[in-house]
């Protein structure tokens, strides 16, 4: 699977594209904030991957809480997403795979699949907000039957 280029189009069954493009001053996100839970803010210190393709063999869901991820440096990242099936399992016909342009953030919605935010250009720092709900199953873990192999275009500099 060749990762396509992020865009708020593209995205939005799985959430939102955290970016501000445009003439407004400000731009709102409502999917963080949306459920009745205690969200939490973090920062995660993550290495680059060391070259493609990453291989997926496991991904999460949070059914409680939308969960966002705002890298604090330059730098492209991977973004690996699927919907969920009608009992609640990943549906891999709905994984997709994702580049950022190494000035957008995302906000997956509750439920939706995911697989770790992967820096591809350098190390990263990432600030992730998530809510906790406090009943035990805030995150729920997947093993895919078959690991899936991400490749991603090489930069092109203008």
């Keep these: 699977m060749v990762a396509e280029a992020l865009d708020g189009r593209g995205f939005a069954q799985f959430g939102e594209v955290l970016e501000n493009r445009g003439d407004t001053r400000r731009r709102d996100f409502s999917l963080q904030f949306a459920q009745e839970n205690g969200p939490r803010l973090w920062v995660n210190r993550i290495e680059p991957c060391a070259r493609a393709p990453i291989i997926v063999r496991e991904m ?47 906000s997956y919605r509750p439920d939706v699949w995911h697989f770790a935010f992967t820096a591809i250009d350098g190390s990263n720092e990432v600030a992730v907000i998530m809510g906790y709900s406090g009943r035990g199953d805030d995150t729920v873990l997947t093993s895919l039957d078959e690991r899936i192999e991400i490749t991603w275009p090489m930069r092109v500099e203008a």
């Design 60 to 106: 999460e869901r949070h059914p409680h809480s939308a969960q966002s991820f705002i890298p604090m440096r330059g730098g492209r990242c991977l973004v690996v997403v699927g919907l969920s099936a009608a009992d609640g399992a990943l549906d891999p016909a709905t994984i997709r795979a994702f580049v950022t342009d190494g000035s957008q953030g995302v």
